[in-house]
């Protein structure tokens, strides 16, 4: 057909039809009509069924592969035949990987309860146990003697009897050999049997690796539901973790630019403080003047475990930007400060286990000598739990006072102050924020704190006027939750707490050291330098962590002041 041809029938379809050469009659019309609804019932009734079955199938499918990695994580801990232990292992591991969020909590909570220890054999052993005999004299060596052999003569002097000390040395052996036997017996009932395959996992390819995805997925678990055998199978993983990634199991790397560039992508992806940006950044950071160390561990090659960031410097850096986006200004010869800047973990099912701690020692001791003309060691830390702490304060005291006025308004003894109510500001402070005038209005000095804080322009910091009004504060108020705020008789804040107890001291609060989003977010653009002073550090670790004592310089004391109450 030419496109003169098609042009035509194009233009026939599309002319409208004459309505009165197709007329239907009504009674066909609802025939018709009663037909197309009835044909669509039926599909849609189809598609309802189709997608059950296909549920159902999927379903069916799912539960058949929960069954078989079940059926190879209980060949991985009952097998014994060597030869075919590794493919088990790994048909495990592989078949974990495949299931779904759900089916992993599933086969974990069967591997916590089918295969935890066995407390009917436990509480059997502990009852024999507790109907053993003692020996005389307890555990005693076997030249010991029993009082029940001894004799004394008519002289006072102590006579033994042969025969008597004889037979009494073989009921004791025999004692003894009863009480070991079921204390050995007994440490082995109280090991889980999934000890086993976690120790298996251990010595596999991959396995370690594996364990940490393994404890990563539990700690998920345990965050949305408190499940006391989920807990015990995380507490003992945890323990079989901490002894396999001891600090002699570790190697301390030197990352370069040189590094395969897996290793790399690594650290791009696993620095947690100060995200990098680019590969110049990546460059800076490994450059002269900075260096990067990281664990790793043979079984998870070319992955550092954690790592640690320093910067060379002539002095303890006050901003981060300085670290961050300037070239050293100082030849490495010339530093006399190493600066910890950053510090990340790379495996979330790690999380509770400190290798920063070692981390950093074995840094400080290769630093110091290669390096014999540093002589500091300290951070340039973020403070992440201070501004969500003192937003939570100040948005809860505002309510406490606007209540209290109230309270004192309607009643004609004056009302009763809230034991609860606090001015975190002093009356200087209250009055500054006040005059503020349309900056952050509120009636309470601390209203307008809260409503500049939140601002989500922050402009605040942007603005000379509202800086320094709030500067005076904010120090104040970020000291006293490093120094004073606990939890369990420890600092408040995780980073602060991390190096309070690794032996650190608080050195210096540092004003608008951070003015990256993240930096303001968590505390107002405030970091702190945290000291290590190789001569104290045990000390400092000993004080804080036996009576949560934390030293602090006199510079930064001089910040602290008690909250005083008041009903405003």
Same mark, same amino acid.
Request: contains cysteine; aromatic residues 8%; glycine residues 6%.
């Given at each position: 057909?030419? @496109?003169?041809?098609?042009?035509?029938?194009?233009r026939a379809?599309?002319?409208?039809?004459?309505p009165? $050469?197709?007329?239907?009659?009504?009674?066909?019309?609802?025939?018709?009509?009663?037909?197309s609804?009835i044909?669509n019932?039926?599909?849609?009734?189809h598609?309802t069924?189709g997608?059950?079955?296909?549920?159902e !199938?999927? *379903?069916i499918?799912?539960e058949r592969e929960?069954?078989?990695?079940?059926?190879?994580?209980?060949s991985?801990i009952?097998m014994?035949?060597?030869e075919?232990?590794?493919?088990i292992m *790994?048909d495990f591991?592989?078949? #974990?990987?495949?299931?779904?969020?759900?089916? !992993?909590?599933?086969?974990?909570?069967?591997?916590?309860?089918?295969?935890?220890v066995? @407390?009917?054999?436990v509480?059997?052993?502990?009852?024999k146990y507790v109907?053993?005999?003692?020996?005389?004299?307890?555990?005693r060596?076997?030249?010991?003697?029993s009082?029940?052999?001894?004799?004394?003569?008519c002289n006072?002097?102590?006579?033994?009897?042969g025969?008597?000390? $004889?037979?009494?040395?073989?009921?004791?052996?025999?004692l003894?050999?009863?009480? #070991?036997?079921?204390?050995?017996n007994l440490r082995?009932?109280?090991?889980?049997? #999934?000890?086993?395959l976690?120790?298996?996992?251990?010595?596999?390819?991959?396995?370690?690796?594996?364990?940490?995805?393994?404890?990563?997925?539990?700690?998920?678990m345990?965050a949305?539901?408190?499940?006391?055998?989920?807990?015990?199978l995380?507490?003992?993983l $945890?323990?079989?973790?901490v002894?396999?990634l001891s600090?002699?199991a570790?190697e301390?790397h030197?990352?370069t630019?040189?590094?395969?560039?897996?290793?790399?992508?690594?650290i791009v992806?696993y620095e947690a403080?100060?995200?990098?940006?680019?590969l110049i950044?990546?460059?800076?950071?490994?450059?002269v003047?900075?260096?990067c160390?990281?664990?790793l561990?043979?079984?998870?090659?070319?992955?550092?475990?954690?790592?640690?960031?320093?910067?060379?410097?002539?002095?303890?850096a006050?901003k981060v930007?300085d670290?961050?986006?300037?070239?050293?200004s100082?030849?490495?010869f010339?530093?006399?400060c190493?600066?910890?800047?950053?510090?990340s973990s790379?495996?979330?099912?790690l *999380?509770?286990i400190?290798?920063?701690?070692?981390?950093i020692?074995?840094?400080?001791e290769?630093?110091k000598?290669d390096m014999?003309y540093?002589?500091?060691?300290?951070?340039?830390?973020?403070?992440p739990?201070?501004l969500?702490w003192?937003?939570?304060k100040?948005a809860?005291?505002?309510?406490?006072t606007e209540?209290g006025?109230?309270?004192?308004?309607?009643s004609?003894?004056g009302?009763?102050?809230?034991t609860?109510r606090e001015?975190i500001?002093?009356p200087?402070?209250?009055?500054v924020?006040l005059?503020?005038?349309?900056?952050?209005?509120?009636? %309470?000095?601390?209203?307008?704190?809260?409503n500049?804080?939140?601002?989500?322009?922050?402009?605040?910091v942007?603005?000379?006027?509202?800086s320094s009004?709030?500067?005076?504060?904010?120090m104040?108020?970020?000291?006293?939750y490093?120094?004073q705020?606990?939890k369990?008789?420890?600092?408040l804040?995780?980073?602060?707490?991390f190096?309070?107890?690794?032996g650190?001291?608080v050195?210096r609060l540092?004003?608008m050291?951070?003015?990256?989003e993240?930096?303001?977010h968590?505390?107002?653009?405030?970091?702190?330098? %945290?000291? %290590?002073?190789?001569d104290?550090?045990?000390?400092?670790a000993?004080s #804080?962590f036996s009576t949560?004592?934390?030293?602090?310089?006199?510079k930064?004391?001089?910040l602290l002041e008690?909250?005083s109450?008041s009903?405003?």
């Amino acid at each position: 057909m030419n @496109r003169k041809g098609l042009a035509i029938l194009m233009r026939a379809k599309m002319k409208p039809a004459d309505p009165s $050469k197709f007329s239907i009659p009504a009674n066909e019309a609802g025939r018709i009509l009663a037909e197309s609804r009835i044909e669509n019932d039926q599909s849609d009734e189809h598609q309802t069924r189709g997608a059950r079955e296909e549920l159902e !199938r999927t *379903s069916i499918q799912t539960e058949r592969e929960l069954k078989l990695v079940q059926e190879s994580m209980h060949s991985a801990i009952s097998m014994n035949k060597t030869e075919v232990l590794d493919g088990i292992m *790994s048909d495990f591991s592989e078949g #974990y990987f495949s299931l779904s969020h759900d089916n !992993r909590r599933k086969l974990l909570l069967v591997l916590a309860r089918d295969y935890d220890v066995s @407390r009917t054999q436990v509480r059997e052993l502990i009852r024999k146990y507790v109907g053993l005999e003692l020996p005389d004299g307890d555990f005693r060596s076997d030249n010991s003697l029993s009082s029940s052999s001894v004799k004394v003569g008519c002289n006072g002097n102590c006579m033994v009897s042969g025969d008597k000390a $004889k037979s009494s040395d073989i009921d004791e052996e025999g004692l003894l050999c009863a009480l #070991y036997r079921t204390e050995r017996n007994l440490r082995h009932a109280l090991q889980p049997m #999934y000890e086993v395959l976690f120790e298996r996992l251990n010595t596999h390819p991959g396995g370690l690796k594996f364990l940490t995805i393994l404890r990563a997925d539990l700690l998920a678990m345990l965050a949305k539901e408190n499940n006391a055998s989920l807990r015990a199978l995380d507490s003992y993983l $945890k323990e079989k973790l901490v002894t396999w990634l001891s600090p002699a199991a570790l190697e301390l790397h030197r990352i370069t630019w040189d590094d395969p560039a897996s290793l790399l992508e690594k650290i791009v992806a696993y620095e947690a403080v100060h995200p990098i940006s680019n590969l110049i950044d990546l460059k800076r950071r490994l450059g002269v003047g900075r260096r990067c160390f990281g664990y790793l561990h043979p079984a998870i090659p070319g992955e550092p475990l954690v790592f640690i960031e320093v910067a060379l410097l002539k002095d303890v850096a006050q901003k981060v930007q300085d670290v961050l986006h300037n070239d050293p200004s100082t030849p490495e010869f010339e530093a006399k400060c190493a600066l910890f800047y950053s510090i990340s973990s790379t495996q979330p099912g790690l *999380s509770g286990i400190n290798l920063g701690k070692f981390l950093i020692k074995r840094v400080v001791e290769l630093l110091k000598r290669d390096m014999p003309y540093i002589s500091t060691f300290a951070t340039l830390s973020p403070v992440p739990g201070f501004l969500p702490w003192l937003l939570s304060k100040l948005a809860y005291q505002s309510k406490l006072t606007e209540a209290g006025t109230e309270d004192a308004a309607h009643s004609s003894a004056g009302g009763l102050v809230s034991t609860f109510r606090e001015n975190i500001l002093k009356p200087d402070e209250e009055r500054v924020l006040l005059e503020l005038g349309g900056f952050g209005a509120g009636k %309470y000095g601390m209203e307008v704190m809260l409503n500049l804080l939140t601002s989500t322009k922050h402009e605040w910091v942007s603005s000379d006027t509202l800086s320094s009004v709030l500067q005076a504060p904010l120090m104040r108020l970020c000291a006293r939750y490093l120094f004073q705020e606990k939890k369990r008789g420890k600092a408040l804040d995780a980073v602060a707490n991390f190096h309070l107890q690794n032996g650190a001291m608080v050195e210096r609060l540092n004003w608008m050291a951070d003015l990256s989003e993240k930096g303001l977010h968590q505390s107002g653009g405030i970091m702190v330098n %945290y000291v %290590y002073r190789l001569d104290k550090i045990e000390e400092n670790a000993q004080s #804080y962590f036996s009576t949560g004592h934390i030293e602090a310089s006199s510079k930064f004391r001089c910040l602290l002041e008690e909250p005083s109450l008041s009903s405003l």
